[in-house]
C-alpha cells in the first residue's frame, strides 16, 4: 500500500460523511497526514486517540466504533 500512487487528488470530490480516526502513536502515518486530509475535507470529523498506533480497530475498538457512530 505504501507504494500506490497519491489520490489525495479526489478527496475534495468527496460528497459523503467522513470520520478520520488516527493514533497519535502512530510510527508509520504522522498525524499531520490526518490534518491535511481534514483541511481538505473541512466537514469530516478528525477523531485522534492519544495512546493509539497504526490499528485503532484492534487496539481502543471500543473508541474506534464510538467514532463510526458520527456517521449517522
Known amino acids: 500500500m505504501a507504494e500506490r500512487e497519491d489520490s489525495t487528488s479526489v478527496l475534495s470530490q468527496f460528497t459523503f460523511p467522513v470520520v478520520l ?21 473541512p466537514a469530516a470529523q478528525l477523531i485522534k ?14 473508541e474506534t466504533a464510538e467514532a463510526l457512530k458520527l456517521l449517522k
Open 21 to 41: 480516526i488516527h493514533g497519535e502513536a502512530d510510527a508509520l502515518i504522522s498525524i499531520d497526514r490526518a490534518r491535511e486530509i481534514k483541511s481538505i475535507l
Open 49 to 62: 486517540l492519544k495512546k493509539a498506533g497504526h490499528m485503532p480497530m484492534l487496539e481502543f475498538p471500543q
